[in-house]
């Protein structure tokens, strides 16, 4: 099981930016990837974005490509969400979590909340 420590949602305007940040405990999977969910009340999670450690490549969401990039420290087993030009409906807890490219989520942060005001 991966321990997943998360820190850096708050609250900002639309246009403005944040950035999270979501640090590993370990690399125990294969086809290690780590990436972020996010979920606001009545919603299922959904898929932001997603950083495979062994390719370096990512994907997102069209909903937020162009305005997020995910990037990582190989160092520390941190992944970053620099998350650009906020709208009011990315408010949400934004969930890191670690797997394998291509399944199910494994492990989750707690999750940390973003708030975008207009």
């Known amino acids: 099981q991966v321990q997943l420590v998360e820190s850096g949602g708050g609250s900002v305007q639309a246009g403005h930016s944040l950035k999270l940040s979501c640090e590993a405990s370990?690399?125990?999977?294969?086809?290690?990837?780590l990436g972020w969910h996010r979920q606001v009340p009545g919603k299922e999670r959904e898929f932001v974005a997603v950083?495979?450690?062994?390719?370096?490549?990512?994907f997102y969401a069209d909903s937020v490509q162009g305005r997020f990039i995910i990037s990582r420290d190989n160092v520390t087993n941190t992944v970053y969400l620099q998350m650009n030009n906020l709208k009011v409906e990315d408010t949400a807890v934004y969930y890191c979590?670690?797997?394998?490219?291509?399944?199910?989520?494994?492990?989750w942060g707690e999750g940390t909340q973003v708030t975008v005001t207009s």
């Open positions: 370990a690399r125990p999977y294969r086809a290690f990837a």
């Open positions: 950083f495979s450690w062994n390719s370096g490549t990512t």
């Open positions: 979590y670690a797997g394998t490219l291509g399944s199910p989520p494994e492990d």
